[in-house]
Every structure is written in structure tokens, then in C-alpha cells.
């Protein structure tokens, strides 16, 4: 039986920690009531809004023509097959990313967490559901703990807190920090404050320690606990055996300059419709070749994470002509590309229509070329999804992960409304799509935000989380990409990126990735 679960810091006081909780381990009894609802965040959150008669006419027209499907009605691909959706349950936020160990996927919502067992593809099932709101909950987990993001400002760091002004100093904004030891009883051991929040983050696993990398952005000088100039990530350690202890180790400056905001992008009016960097949305690590490659709002950067606690800058790019918000990256197996993602429109717009074009609210192919410091990032191309979608709907590049097939390079991505779409960038200037996924508008007639939020590819099995439809899973059926169901993790944050082909420890202690027996690198 599925339970709605609030959970509390202990009792001894730690680090980081802001204002001690109120409640202690309550089980919620009575679901009448509903969870707390989170509050949204400018950024990932698709908004609801007025569109003209216009293009309320003209979305109806393309339902009533076959160029889009009609409102929720599924569409895909010859080679996708939709085995299951499961709808929101007790958590009524926005549904946002995805985190995979063993047969359970952990996803995350702007209420909490949900945690599904896998096993059976074709019928997840419900382990349990943590109400613990704070937007946006990005979710991952490792060994035997479960991180989460808290991006919006609480009165304090327990799961029981409301929203809170920044402006007021006892406020709090950053990790939590869960033991998942028994899945179906999440226990939630840590908190760490850390400037600006955690917008995002990303794991770089050691033997016995987690390093955090948090991703944060938007400082304003009211603001106590996010001050400009912002310029860097903090990094938290957190020790595997005393998550207790977890704490900020540093505050790396990525962006150094001599200006009130450092070095990064001045966005307008220097560069119009560009965001200004003040910090980043995400970063995708590849701890086992020691890279790192970091959407960072007016930036895309490249850097060695060797010494995890002191990350070194390679190569630094922006694109002023068509990137508007630097959102996301992913590297290809070989670690000589990085697709980069730029969410235009902030995830709430319809951008995937002819008048925005093929080129913004896209993907930006680049590779890396040089060796060692010398490695540059140099573009290549743009992907979008070749489909037009109603401007009713929010559609836009947000977060995707590798297929993995040897000696190919081909990748699984979320559009929100613009569903999922599976595309080859092994020609780096020559990508194209080889599947989809989507569901028509939710409204014909006003812009309502939807769609897939993360769509990930894990053992075999493509794993969506839509904000507002549930939790789907497709099974892709394609002789270009059928081998790499032969692949298996053990453990998958798509943001601590494998290495697929080479058998290294990721998570501390034992992990096996298997391809027919096979362990041998890359082609």
C-alpha cells in the first residue's frame, strides 16, 4: 500500500542545518488534506497563460487538419511502444527529474519524491511518497543515500516548512539529504544550506565520500544568503558512513572578472535575449574521464574535475545569436562532444513552431578538440525536433540522456510538450531524429504548461516524468539502438554520466556494467 510520508532532520543539531524541524517523523494518516504545495521557481517551471484567438484558432485548425495531435491524444513513432503511465498520485506538484538504482526509479516533484519498483517495465509500482516540498526537487541518489534540491526559500530546512521570503535571513535554501537503506521508509538524515539554494545538482561519486556539485543563479542584494557577485558552484562533501557531517568545502569561482557579476555573460543590453550569467543551471560530470561540462545560463563551459574540491576551467564558449539560457549538457561516449541545451523561454513558452525557427530553443552540437588543458570546445550543428507544436503548447531542448550503443552517438531527450524524441549526432553536423514520442496539446485553446520533463534511456527502457501526465515508460524498438538493452547499471544519475563500456567504480563500492559479458573499452 502506497504511503504519503513527511520526514524530519534528526534531532541533534548539525552543519548547515537552519531551523530545527517542528515535527518529528510524522506518517500522515489522512490524505484528505493533500500535500503542502511547493512554490515555483522562475526557470524549469511551465506556466500557465493567455494566447490570442489567433493561435488559439490556429492550433485547432492543425488538430482538425492531422498536422498535431488532438488534445492528450498519444502519438509516436513506428519503432516506440508506450507500455505504461502512471498518473500523479498524492504528490500534486510539478513533476521534475529522474535518478535509477536497481529496479526502483526515484522521481522527483515540486512536493517531494516518488519512488517506483521498476522490475516489471510494463506495470512500475508505487514504493512509497515523500512529501517534502521545495522546488524543484532534483533528485539523484548513490549507495545508500538520496539527494534532493531545494531551490525555493523555506522557513526552515524540515519537510514540514512553507514558503519564506529570501529577503529574511533565517530562510533556507539547499540539500537535503536521505537514507534509502529501506526504500519504502526513507529516513532524512541531513540538510546543507548553501547560497542561492540547489537549482540543480550533480554527484561525484569517491569511495567514501560524495561530492555535491550545487548549481544556483539569480543573486540579488536583498537577499542574505545570496549576495552578488555569484559566480561558481559550491561543493559539499558528503562522508558515505557520517552523512551527518556533509558540509561546504568551497565555493569555486568558474567565471573570474573584474565586473560586479565576474566574467561570464553580460546577457543585455550587451547581448539581447541572452541571459546574463550569474551562476549555473546544471553540470554533467564524467568522473571517469576527470571532465565536466556546465550549462551555465549565458555560458557553456568545459572543465577538469581531477581535484573534485578545485575544478579547473578549460574552455569557456557562448552563442549570442541563437542560445538564449544555457540549461543542460551531455557528453557522448568518446567524451570528444558535448550536446549543450538551451532552454528559451525559460521551459513555459512555445518555441517549437516556424516563427521561432530551427535554431533557438534548440540543441547546440559541439566538439571537443585539442588534448589535455588544451581542449577547446568548437559547434558543429543544431538539433530540434523537426515537428511543429501548437502555441498552445510549451516546448522547448531540456534534459536527455546517452542511448548506449558502441561506436554511435545517439541520445533520448525531453521537449515538454514536444514529447520524446530519440536522435543520432554522431555526425556532428548532421543530426537527425529516429523516434518519438508526444501527446497533443492539454488545451487547444490556452497555453498550458506540460509535457516531459527528463526522458532517460536505463536498462532497455526509456523512463519519462511528465509535470503534469505522471510517470510513462516506452520501449524502443530499433535495430540501431536494440544492443544496448545489453547494457546494465546498477545505479544511473544521468548527470554523473557513465561510462558505459568501461567497468569503474561510480558509486564507492561494487558496480557492474555488462555488455555480453564484455567490459572492454570504447571502439
Not at 97 to 119: E, K, P
Not at 246 to 258: D, M, T, Y
Request: proline content about 7%; some cysteine.
Amino acid at each position: 500500500m502506497t504511503s504519503l510520508r513527511t520526514t524530519s532532520t534528526p534531532r541533534a543539531r548539525i552543519r548547515g542545518l537552519g531551523v530545527a524541524t517542528a515535527a518529528a517523523g510524522l506518517l500522515i494518516g489522512m490524505l484528505a488534506a493533500g500535500p503542502a504545495a511547493a512554490t515555483p521557481d522562475p526557470g524549469d517551471v511551465a506556466i500557465q497563460g493567455t494566447v490570442s484567438a489567433e493561435q488559439a484558432a490556429d492550433a485547432r485548425a492543425a488538430i482538425a487538419n492531422g498536422e498535431i495531435p488532438g488534445v492528450d491524444e498519444i502519438v509516436h513513432s513506428a519503432n516506440i511502444e508506450h507500455l505504461a503511465n502512471i498518473p500523479k498520485d498524492a504528490l500534486k506538484g510539478t513533476n521534475s527529474d529522474l535518478a535509477f538504482q536497481g529496479r526502483y526509479a526515484f522521481a522527483g516533484n515540486y512536493d517531494g519524491f516518488r519512488i517506483f519498483d521498476i522490475s516489471d517495465p510494463r506495470a512500475p509500482k508505487t514504493v512509497t511518497q515523500v512529501l517534502c516540498p521545495g522546488s524543484q526537487n532534483d533528485v539523484s541518489v548513490s549507495g545508500n543515500l538520496l539527494f534532493l534540491s531545494t531551490d525555493s526559500s523555506r522557513s526552515d530546512n524540515s519537510c514540514a516548512s512553507v514558503p519564506q521570503p529570501a529577503s529574511v535571513k533565517s530562510s533556507w535554501e539547499g540539500m537535503k539529504i536521505f537514507d534509502i537503506s529501506d526504500v519504502a521508509n526513507p529516513k532524512y538524515v541531513a540538510a546543507v544550506e548553501t547560497n542561492c539554494g540547489s537549482h540543480t545538482h550533480t554527484l561525484v561519486p569517491k569511495r567514501k565520500d560524495v561530492y555535491i556539485y550545487v548549481s544556483s543563479y539569480s543573486p540579488n542584494a536583498a537577499f542574505p544568503d545570496c549576495q552578488p557577485p555569484h559566480d561558481g558552484i559550491s561543493v559539499i562533501k558528503v562522508p558515505r558512513d557520517a552523512p551527518e557531517q556533509a558540509k561546504v568545502v568551497g565555493f569555486p569561482v568558474l567565471f573570474p572578472g573584474s565586473g560586479p557579476d565576474g566574467g561570464g555573460n553580460p546577457g543585455a543590453p550587451t547581448n539581447p535575449g541572452v541571459s546574463k550569467t550569474t551562476g549555473c543551471h546544471d553540470l554533467t560530470v564524467l568522473p571517469g574521464k576527470d571532465l565536466a561540462a556546465g550549462a551555465c545560463m549565458g555560458d557553456g563551459i568545459l572543465f577538469d574535475i581531477k581535484d573534485p574540491e578545485h575544478p579547473r576551467v578549460l574552455d569557456q564558449v557562448q552563442d549570442n545569436v541563437n542560445f538564449a539560457f544555457w540549461h543542460s549538457a551531455t557528453f557522448n561516449q568518446k567524451a570528444d562532444k558535448v550536446v549543450f541545451t538551451d532552454e528559451l523561454g525559460g521551459g513555459g513558452a512555445a518555441t517549437c513552431n516556424a516563427a521561432v525557427g530551427p535554431n533557438r530553443g534548440a540543441d547546440g552540437i559541439y566538439d571537443i578538440v585539442g588534448k589535455g588543458d588544451k581542449r577547446k570546445l568548437v559547434f558543429r550543428s543544431y538539433f530540434k525536433i523537426p515537428r511543429h507544436q501548437a502555441d498552445t503548447e510549451n516546448c522547448v531542448a531540456h534534459n536527455g540522456s546517452l542511448i548506449p550503443v558502441r561506436g554511435k552517438d545517439i541520445m533520448v531527450q525531453a521537449w515538454y510538450q514536444g514529447g520524446v524524441s530519440v536522435w543520432d549526432f554522431t555526425d556532428s553536423r548532421r543530426p537527425k531524429e529516429i523516434a518519438y514520442f508526444e501527446r497533443g496539446p492539454i488545451s487547444a485553446t490556452t497555453l498550458v504548461g506540460g509535457g516531459s520533463w527528463s526522458a532517460y534511456y536505463y536498462n532497455g527502457h526509456i523512463y519519462s516524468n511528465d509535470l503534469v501526465k505522471g510517470f510513462d515508460v516506452l520501449k524502443l524498438s530499433d535495430k540501431r539502438t536494440d544492443k544496448a538493452a545489453r547494457i546494465r547499471m546498477d545505479e544511473l544519475n544521468v548527470q554523473t554520466q557513465p561510462d558505459y563500456f568501461d567497468d569503474f567504480d561510480r558509486t564507492g563500492g561494487s558496480s557492474s556494467v555488462a555488455e555480453d559479458g564484455d567490459q572492454g573499452a570504447d571502439d
